[in-house]
């Protein structure tokens, strides 16, 4: 157990909806780390949060959005679903911010979009 | 900037033989290298990391080698047993303020 909780486990939706994935960090942590899985594909980057700013980001769409809450929980907004989103979201935390954290990776929610 | 090449996107092996993982780095500013590594249905977890002052760490069956001359680093697994199955990844940063790059995966497969 790494100690980052995900929430919800499983999400089935329709295209063009809108769903909302929270993370939980690690008791300590101040950096929250969401990343996309497709199948077979490698970790997508998304967006780093560091004590409630934005402080990276990678590939994300616009069509998703995030924040990091003041008790440090995130949240990870997707609207406007489409059937390319469908994959497995992993919310990793590590102490700061550099690279050379180790991040402690959550469960993943898997997105299914039908 | 920093790009991560892993190979071999697959790799299957018999069960007791080693297996080496290899990855390529284009920033010679990178001085953090991790590998993660994946079960299924899970999260990846740090099985072991390096930095760029030392050449080679070991830690058990699992050893990582670094070559900063030619910008490539591996994971060496020795003894290989049906739960080193799973899917590998290696990442490179150049440490505080900088991101983690990573690279493509390997799924590993221990043939029994």
Not at chain 1, 9 to 22: D, E, F, M, P, Y
Not at chain 1, 50 to 58: D, I, L, S, V
Not at chain 2, 39 to 61: A, T, Y
């Amino acid at each position: 157990d790494s100690g980052v909780t995900q929430t919800p486990k499983h999400l089935i939706t329709a295209t063009g909806q809108r769903v909302t994935l929270r993370c939980s960090p690690r008791s300590g942590d101040l950096s929250v780390y969401w990343y996309q899985q497709s199948l077979d594909q490698g970790l997508q980057f998304l967006i780093q949060y560091y004590n409630g700013e934005e402080r990276a980001k990678g590939n994300i769409l616009e069509r998703f959005s995030a924040q990091q809450f003041p008790d440090l929980h995130s949240e990870l907004n997707l609207s406007s679903l489409e059937l390319g989103d469908s994959a497995l979201y992993f919310c990793a935390s590590s102490l700061g911010t550099s690279g050379a954290n180790e991040q402690f990776f959550g469960p993943g929610t898997r997105l299914t979009v039908l | 900037g920093e790009n991560v090449e892993q190979h071999p996107s697959t790799l299957s092996v018999q069960e007791g033989d080693s297996a080496v993982i290899k990855c390529t780095y284009s920033d010679s500013a990178s001085n953090y290298f991790p590998w993660y590594k994946q079960e299924l249905g899970k999260g990846p977890q740090l099985i072991i990391d390096i930095r760029s002052n030392v050449g080679e760490k070991k830690d058990q069956r699992i050893a990582v080698t670094l070559n900063k001359t030619a910008k490539h680093f591996s994971l060496h697994i020795t003894e290989t047993q049906p739960e080193d199955s799973a899917v590998y990844f290696c990442a490179a940063s150049k440490g505080s303020n900088y991101q983690l790059i990573w690279g493509a995966g390997t799924k590993l497969i221990i043939k029994p």
